[in-house]
């Protein structure tokens, strides 16, 4: 509409889904092999093989093959919600204690949502040497800095102590001119 807000109108989407498919598979297969050409692509285990080139090209050529189906759907509800959703991701470890189930001398089992099967748990069993190199996979590259927030900024209770914080320090002649604001105008 006229304010860039989303509106359903409750029919199909604007263009036929076989269109979009279409348009979205070419983009995202030509930005790929512009990608794999400027060799800012890295392959490593069992996608090792697609450093040869023709390898990689069989690989696109199934690509090409597939039905693709994107998915879409309303976009996020301004800065704020978008920095709530990105705040979920950001301060998370590749995998935490309470879903390592077992460990032996060679394997590890953990839980994991399993995305091909409605995304229900399940346990997986794998070899410690796969279990490391999947964990690697999350380790930041040199120099990367992670974001984290301690004290009153941390994740736990921040929309309390931030209000307090607030009105210990008389800010609430401020937060009235700030109210009719959105996210990105503050900022």
Not at 20 to 30: H, L, P, T, V
Not at 130 to 143: A, D, N, Q, S, Y
Not at 157 to 186: E, F, H, Q, V, W
Request: some cysteine; aromatic content about 14%.
């Amino acid at each position: 509409d006229v304010k860039n807000h989303w509106k359903d109108n409750g029919k199909e989407f604007f263009l036929p889904i076989k269109v979009i498919s279409k348009i979205f598979r070419g983009k995202y297969m030509a930005e790929l092999k512009q990608l794999w050409e400027n060799d800012r692509l890295e392959f490593h285990g069992s996608a090792a093989p697609y450093k040869n080139y023709y390898t990689f090209k069989e690989l696109l050529n199934t690509c090409y093959t597939k039905e693709w189906i994107p998915y879409c759907k309303k976009p996020f509800d301004g800065a704020e919600s978008v920095i709530r959703y990105l705040g979920k991701y950001t301060h998370r470890i590749a995998i935490s204690n309470y879903r390592i189930k077992d460990m032996t001398e060679s394997t590890v089992t953990f839980s994991a949502k399993d995305y091909k099967n409605q995304g229900l748990w399940k346990e997986i069993t794998i070899s410690g040497e796969e279990f490391i190199r999947r964990f690697l996979m999350h380790v930041p590259p040199k120099r990367f800095v992670r974001i984290r927030h301690y004290g009153l900024l941390s994740s736990r209770n921040k929309k309390k102590k931030i209000t307090l914080c607030r009105n210990i320090l008389g800010c609430k002649k401020y937060i009235s001119k700030l109210k009719d604001m959105d996210a990105p105008a503050i900022i």
